[in-house]
C-alpha cells in the first residue's frame, strides 16, 4: 500500500494475518499503484524520486532499495502469469504491456483498440484481460482473449469501470462508475470459450463513493479476496476536529524584549 505524510511518500507492506505495517521506500517524491510479481516476493510501482518518474520493483521484504526497470511514468494495472505487466504509460496516455525477458525490459501496446482503455485486469490463469474503455461513446467494461485471437466482448450494459477477476476465473466483478451519489458494484458469470459465455450483470451492494473508493482512473483502487468472497478498498475518514480557539495571548513590545534578551553584536 502506498502512504502520505508531510514529509514522505512511500511503499508499505501490511500483514493481514499480524496486522502490522513495514516500510519498504519511504524517500521518494511520489508513488504509484504497487502491484505485486506474481511469485509473491516483489513489487513493482510508478516511483518519483529526485525528479524523473519510473517503474521500479523492489524485494517485497524491503531488504534492497527500488530498481528502476524502465524510465517514464508508468502505473502498473495488473501481471500475467508470466511476469508481463499491463500498465498505463501517463506521458502517451496509452495502455501498454511491460515484458521481461531474458534479463531485458520491454515495452509494447497492449491493446489494438483505438480509444482509451484503462484498469486492465489479467485473469489468474493469464488467458482473459479485462478492461474498461470508451470506445463506444461512454465507458464499459470488455473481456477478451489474450493475446488471442479473438474479439472484445461487453461486459457491462450501463457503464463500467474498475473490472476485477474473481480468484477462481468464473465471475467479473466492476463498478458502475456512474457520477452518482451512490454507485453499485456489479457481479456477471463468466464461462471462457469462443466466444465466452456472460451472464448478466448483478448488483452486490450499493455504496457512496465519499466513503469507500473502489474506483480509481486508470487503475483500480480496490482488490478481491481469495475466497472472492469480500473485497480490499479504501475507507475515507474524516480528520477528527481541532481543538477550539479558547484565548489569544498578546504580548506588547515583544522585540524590544527579544533584543535585550539576544543583542545584536557588532
Known sequence: MTMNSLTERGVWAYDISRGTLTPLARDGEAVRTPEWFPDGQRVAFGWLKDGPRSLVVQPADGTSPPRVLVAGEFIPMSFRTDEQLAAYREG?????????ENGKVGVKPLLDTPKDADSAAFSRDGNWLAYASNVSGRNEVYVRPYPGPGKAEQVSLEGGSSPAWNPNG?????DTGLPAPTRRMMAVDFAPGSPPRIGRPQTLFEFDPT?????CLPSRCYDVALDGQSFYAMQVRTPPPRPVVTHINLIPNWFEELKAKAPVKR
Do not use: G, H, K
Open 211 to 215: 466513503d469507500l473508493v473502489f474506483a
Open 170 to 174: 468464473r465471475e467479473l466483478f466492476f
Open 92 to 100: 502517451q496516455q496509452a495502455a501498454v504491456l511491460v515484458t521481461f
